[in-house]
């Protein structure tokens, strides 16, 4: 008989099954049911499980095995790309437009899909888990114009990456690149990415079995980095100032 999915208890605190018992068909599919309070989705992130349902399905939990993750020393850029971000005049911020990013997350078009996961109640959910200082958003400015961003959730020194979006060509990549260099130099090694596809691969990100993933995750969300606002610690990265850590993780990657 084939397995199904587990269903959680509506009590906040119930505990998520194994990530390793995921289904292997629909990949992923862990559990239905439960909800979106900040402590089941911290609960969540913590085990490798993310959600992702469409209006009008049950809340759906997932653990996909393999799992794409970026070092966040190695996000690749075209040569080509980098040529034109030295001449950007765009500036990286966190934590100033965090409902407008996610917005416009949910709001962009992607290939092979109808409607958005990032439905009315993730976005409150989300911004909830913003407002206790564990979601952060990083935007991208040209001017005082949004152009691209990203958001996603930090649990110890892991960061799990939910949607990016880009306004103008190239945006969600310096969103990206940003994000992965004030990580690294804040000691944060990973950013998941969640579900393989070829863009992200071209971006450089590794698809890991589960296992190695719940592995690397499990000494990481336990470290310390207390919750809270990033504007400050982030700081304003002019777009540009990342040409040289992009140019050598794409170099490198050339290389290998």
């Not at 911290?42 to 993310?50: P, S, T, V």
């Not at 114009?145 to 969600?172: H, K, N, Q, T």
């Amino acid at each position: 008989m084939p397995r199904r999915p587990a269903l959680l208890s509506p009590e906040p605190g119930a505990p998520f099954p194994p990530a390793d018992q995921a289904l292997a068909m629909p990949e992923g599919l862990l559990a239905i049911g439960g909800d979106l309070s900040p402590e089941r989705l911290l609960d969540a992130y913590r085990h490798g499980i993310f959600p992702w349902s469409s209006a009008g399905q049950p809340l759906l939990w997932w653990s996909p095995d393999p799992r794409m993750v970026f070092r966040t020393g190695g996000v690749h850029l075209s040569r080509r790309f980098l040529r034109d971000l030295a001449r950007s005049d765009w500036t990286v911020v966190a934590d100033h437009r965090f409902g407008s990013v996610v917005a416009a997350c949910a709001d962009a078009p992607r290939p092979g899909q109808d409607g958005t996961w990032i439905t009315p109640a993730m976005q409150a959910a989300y911004a909830t888990l913003h407002d206790l200082g564990h979601a952060h958003s990083i935007e991208v400015l040209d001017g005082g114009r949004l152009v691209g961003g990203l958001y996603g959730v930090a649990v110890g020194r892991m960061f799990f990456a939910e949607s990016m979006f880009s306004a103008d060509s190239g945006g969600s990549k310096v969103a990206l690149a940003a994000l992965a260099l004030q990580l690294a130099r804040w000691g944060w090694p990973l950013v998941d990415a969640q579900l393989e596809n070829p863009h992200l691969r071209r971006l450089g990100a590794e698809a890991w079995p589960r296992a190695r993933f719940l592995d690397a995750i499990s000494q990481l969300v336990d470290r310390e980095a207390p919750p809270g606002p990033w504007r400050t610690a982030f700081g304003a990265l002019p777009a540009a100032s990342l040409v040289p850590a992009a140019a050598t993780a794409t170099a490198a990657a050339t290389r290998s």
